[in-house]
Structure formats: structure tokens, C-alpha cells
């Protein structure tokens, strides 16, 4: 077995162990990590894989967010159910605006997926007798596994969900961009005009991987909702999506595990940062100019870079 | 409909394409010669609104500050581009626009230390308070301000680029750095001037906006929102357009306020959409 594979399986013992190493807070800052790692996954399919950089990714994340809070509250429906509901609801969105984004290229294409993201979550602020505006839905109960199954109320039970949820992600993500649907999005990456002079339109496979890329980014909104109880129109603004690529940078753009890392140690620095100062942006920002400059692999692309060296 | 709420509604889209054309020309302007779509460009709008109330709440007069503010905040952006951007032109756009982005969160933050979480109101001067009448209806001073405003800054930054020598070589530099690079002109330095140029044109519209809007915290990216649509619209990189797309925005937004107030967003967007799908990019645009 390779570092890497070690290293990989490593990992997935400690998560499959830290319910029972980590105190209750921990398991549950842990959870908060894992479904921004899903996250910034998602996006890093479309930023690092198909060089499409999405400026409101987190419109997708809130609408995963929303559609699973109001399936669990106003249907009590077990939470895989809710889960679907998350994600069918981001994908089905994503159709839309992927096919006009997706007819810009670079720049306009990170503008348009902004001005749409803004439009959604305008929606969501307005639309008050659905989304309850600014207040937005709280109270989301974490419920069963299945109907008439245990109860996913307590923090280590959630914490699974969660963790499986991510996991399972992740090697489908890895499926999907070594499928040959996954090299051609990395050809259209290296070089579009040249797929398009090989006779292939990169049209459909942009709006596809938009669209998958949003079906995972709701997936984790709809983890997110139950776990922490609300959905608001906070959750689908252009802070978030800011975020999600500061994520993927930091981890190491292409990686797919980077942004995982990535999102784990932007939040656990913005944890730490902001139980010093009220004023923790400043430092995040100056944190993150700093490593746009001098770190462009992120961590992960810089170790295994060290790794290949050594 | 009478023909005086015509005229005030007109009126009213072209002072607010004023606005969002003193932000767009030079988001659009930095793109055109520095390749950087500035994220953070809003966040000097801000700043210019900011320091403008610091002004006329220090001194007491409008005047001066629409002349000392945008000279500091331009200092600012250059300081900036000179200390940031400049060491990664070579690397993909994403890169830039994410710098920026830092760049915005770090902005943003100082001013809420600076200012406080309130918003500031500012005072428009003796001159441009109370309204006057036109096509019979009575009509706010200060919006024809902007009106003029966006007009005369339009006019000179068109006349500097065609019919200065300044301008020349900023346009080469656009065209084609490399080039201008190899005969004699200093690159490094145009962009600095221009990143730090565009920087002051979005602080006088700070300034300029704050007596309407008041300074609050997030002016800066709900102002970029709207001025990444009407670059999109217009095209990046150009002047003209970006005062086409400010006219075609500012119209979108204004009508859409006054016949579907929830829905006026989605007009803006929906009018994007449609000009996109002839012209993915944008009015004036050059396809890439």
C-alpha cells in the first residue's frame, strides 16, 4: 500500500473511533467539520476538477439546508428521507442556473452563479410564509434512521450519520472524476477549445458536473439543518460561498481530500481566532491573502509535493 | 399614468445608474488592463462612503470631501495592488479574484472596528437639499446630482482614455502588455495607477452615495452584486458599456421597485438572462 492508502486508512479508522475518544463538544465540533468538509468537496468537483469557479455555491448548500428542514418539520419524515429531499431539491435548482452560467465562461461564469445565488437567497428572505425570512425555520428535529427506526437525537448517533454520509461522498466523487465523464472534465479543464476541436460540446458535461456538484453541496446543507436545528437565509449567502473556496484553496485545489482538510482547519482557526477577538475576519482574511500567495497548492497539493521530493 | 411620475421615475434610474456607474467603469477598467476582476472593489465604495462621512462630520462641508476621499481611498487600493496582487498576475484568474476576496473580508472587518455596526447618515450640503420642480412634480436636488455626476465622470475618464497620452498607453498596456512592455512602457506601474484610479472612482461614488443611502456595513457587496450585473450585461472591459448596463440596470431596478416591489431583483436578473443568451458576453464586449 502506497503513503497515500495508509494515510487514507488511517483516517477512516479515527473518524470510525471518535465517538468513543472525543469528549461530547468535540464529537460535535468534529460533525460541524465533516459536513463543511462535504461542502467544500463539492465545490472543489467544480473549481478543481472542471475549472469552473462558482461564486454561490452556497445557495446550493442552503437549499439543501431548507428542503430538509421543512420535510422534518412539517412531515416528521426520517432523516434520509430529508437528506433526499435536500439534495433533489439544490439539483433540481441547479438545472436552471447551471444551463445560463454555464453558457459564460471564467469570469462571467463566477459573476452569474453570484447574481443567482443572490437572487435565491433573496428568495429566501422574502418568501417569509415558507422560509420564515430572516428568522428563518427553527426547531429541525434530528429523528429517525427509518421509519419506526432508532433515534438519531443524540450526538454520537447523529455524528454517524454524518460521517457516513461524508465517506460515502467522497468515494463517489473519486468514482466520478476517474470515470471517463471525469476525464473529460478534466480535459475541458487543460484545454477547452481543444475538446470542442475534437468534436465533443463541453456544454452538457459543464451543466452536469454543475448540477452533481450541487446535489452533494445540498447533501451537506441537509445534514446541516437537522444538526444544528435551523435553516436561515444566512446559510445560502455569498459569506458562505466566499467560504467554501477559501476551503478548497487552503486544502489544496483538485485534491478532493484537501478541501475536507481544507474546510477542517479554516474552521478550527476561525474557532480559535474568534474566542480571542471579536474581529476574527481581519486575521482569517490576512490569513488566506498570505496563503494565496505564498501557498497555491494549499496543504494538501504542498505535502504531497514534499512527499513526491523527498 | 401621468406623465410627472414618468419623469420621476426616469430620473430616479438614471441617479442610480449614476451610482452604479461609478463603481462599474472601474471594475470594469481594472479588468480591462490588469485581467482582476476586483472582489473587493466594493468595499472601497464603502470605505469612499465611510471616510466621506468622517469629513463632513469633522469639518462640517460636503465639497471638500467629494475631492479629499477619493484621493485617500485611491492611495489605499494602490497600496494594495503594489503590496498583493502584483507578485501573482501570472497565475490563473481565480487566484486574483480569491486575493481580492481576502482583501474584502480584511477591508470590511477594519471598517466595523473603525466605525462601529451602526450606519452613518451624512447631510447633503445647503445647495443639493430640498427638491425642485420638474415636468410638474417635485423632484430631490441631490439625485440630479448623481444624474450629472455619473454624466461629467463618464465624459472625463472617455476623454483621458482616447485623448491623453496617459490613456494611449494604458490602452496598450490592455491590448497587449507584453508588447508594451517591450517598448519602454512601465507596465508595473500603469497597472498600480489604474488599480489605485479605479479604486478612487469607486470611492467617489461611495462619497457620493453616502447622503442618499447613509454608510452602513455591506454597501460595499450588495453595490458589487449589482456592478458585476452590469458589467456582465455591458461587457467587461468596457466603458461604454458599462454605462449601457448601468442605464439598463438602474432601469430594471427603478420600474421593478415601482410596478412588482417583491419581484424587482428578479427583473434584473431575468433582463441579464435574456441578454446573455444572445450575447453570452455581454453588449460591448469582445468575444474571448
Redesign the interface.
Known amino acids: 500500500m502506497s503513503r497515500g492508502r495508509w494515510l487514507g486508512a488511517a483516517a477512516l479508522v479515527a473518524l470510525a473511533i471518535a465517538p468513543w475518544a472525543l469528549a461530547r463538544h468535540q464529537l460535535s465540533i468534529l460533525t460541524d467539520l465533516l459536513i463543511f468538509g462535504l461542502f467544500a468537496l463539492s465545490l472543489d468537483l467544480l473549481?478543481g476538477y472542471t475549472g469552473m469557479?462558482s461564486?454561490g455555491h452556497a445557495a446550493y448548500f442552503g437549499l439543501g439546508a431548507y428542503g430538509s428542514a421543512l420535510v422534518l418539520i412539517h412531515f416528521g419524515q426520517p432523516i434520509p428521507v430529508a437528506l433526499l429531499a435536500g439534495a433533489v431539491l439544490a439539483g433540481v435548482t441547479a438545472i436552471p442556473v447551471g444551463w445560463?452560467s454555464t453558457?459564460?465562461?471564467?469570469?462571467?461564469f463566477?459573476?452569474?452563479t453570484?447574481?443567482?445565488a443572490?437572487?435565491l437567497y433573496?428568495v429566501a428572505y422574502?418568501w417569509r410564509d415558507l422560509t420564515g425570512g430572516s428568522d428563518g425555520i427553527a426547531g429541525v428535529p434530528k429523528t429517525t434512521l427509518f421509519w419506526g427506526g432508532p433515534s438519531l437525537a443524540s450526538g454520537p448517533a447523529f455524528y454517524a450519520v454524518v460521517a457516513v454520509a461524508v465517506v460515502v461522498s467522497l468515494f463517489v466523487c473519486r468514482a466520478i472524476v476517474a470515470s471517463p465523464f471525469g476525464r473529460a472534465l478534466q480535459a475541458i479543464r487543460e484545454n477547452e477549445r481543444r475538446f470542442l476541436a475534437l468534436g465533443r460540446d463541453p456544454r452538457p458535461f459543464k451543466l452536469a458536473v454543475f448540477v452533481i456538484a450541487a446535489v452533494f453541496a445540498g447533501l451537506a446543507g441537509a445534514l446541516f439543518a437537522p444538526f444544528r436545528g435551523f435553516a436561515s437565509p444566512e446559510v445560502m449567502f455569498?459569506v458562505l460561498s466566499?467560504q467554501g473556496?477559501?476551503m478548497v484553496?487552503t486544502g489544496g485545489i483538485g485534491t478532493l481530500v484537501g478541501p475536507i482538510v481544507g474546510a477542517m482547519v479554516f474552521i478550527l482557526i476561525q474557532e480559535i481566532l474568534s474566542s480571542y477577538t471579536e474581529?476574527w475576519?481581519?486575521f482569517?482574511?490576512?490569513i488566506?491573502?498570505l496563503m494565496?500567495?505564498f501557498l497555491?497548492g494549499g496543504l494538501v497539493g504542498t505535502a504531497r509535493r514534499l512527499a513526491a521530493r523527498a | 399614468m401621468s406623465l410627472a411620475i414618468v419623469v420621476e421615475q426616469l430620473l430616479n434610474a438614471l441617479a442610480l445608474a449614476g451610482l452604479l456607474f461609478l463603481v462599474s467603469a472601474g471594475l470594469s477598467l481594472v479588468f480591462g488592463i490588469l485581467r482582476v476582476v476586483n472582489f473587493a472593489h466594493g468595499v472601497f465604495y464603502m470605505l469612499g462612503a465611510y471616510f466621506g462621512f468622517s469629513v463632513v462630520a469633522t469639518t462640517g462641508w460636503f465639497w471638500p470631501s467629494l475631492l479629499i476621499v477619493p484621493p485617500v481611498v485611491g492611495l489605499v487600493g494602490a497600496m494594495l495592488e503594489a503590496s498583493t496582487l502584483r507578485f501573482i498576475y501570472r497565475r490563473p484568474p481565480i487566484y486574483q479574484l480569491l486575493l481580492t476576496f481576502g482583501i474584502a473580508l480584511i477591508l470590511e472587518e477594519s471598517v466595523r472596528v473603525l466605525y462601529g455596526p451602526t450606519a452613518k447618515g451624512v447631510d447633503p450640503p445647503p445647495l443639493l437639499q430640498g427638491a425642485i420642480e420638474i415636468a410638474g412634480t417635485l423632484y430631490p436636488r441631490y439625485r440630479l446630482f448623481l444624474v450629472l455626476l455619473g454624466l461629467a465622470v463618464g465624459a472625463t475618464v472617455w476623454l483621458l482614455l482616447t485623448r491623453t497620452r496617459t490613456g494611449l498607453v494604458i490602452r496598450a498596456v490592455a491590448q497587449n502588455s507584453e508588447m508594451a512592455d517591450c517598448l519602454g512602457a512601465d507596465v508595473a506601474r500603469v497597472r498600480t495607477l489604474v488599480f489605485g484610479a479605479a479604486c478612487a472612482l469607486a470611492g467617489l461614488g461611495g462619497v457620493a452615495a453616502a447622503p442618499m443611502t447613509t454608510a452602513y456595513l455591506g454597501m460595499g457587496i450588495s453595490v458589487i452584486v449589482d456592478a458585476f450585473v452590469v458589467v456582465v450585461i455591458g461587457g467587461l472591459g468596457s466603458i461604454p458599456g458599462s454605462m449601457a448596463g448601468s442605464l439598463i440596470v438602474g432601469a430594471a431596478q427603478t420600474w421593478g421597485a415601482f410596478y412588482l416591489p417583491e419581484t424587482a431583483m428578479v427583473i434584473m436578473y431575468a433582463v441579464m438572462g435574456a441578454i446573455l443568451i444572445f450575447r453570452p458576453w455581454g453588449l460591448f464586449g469582445e468575444e474571448e
Open positions: 473549481m469557479v461564486f445560463f453558457r459564460a465562461k471564467d469570469i462571467y463566477a459573476m452569474l453570484l447574481a443567482f443572490q437572487l433573496t422574502k455569498w466566499g473556496l477559501m484553496i474581529h475576519m481581519i482569517t482574511g490576512a488566506f491573502v494565496v500567495i497555491p
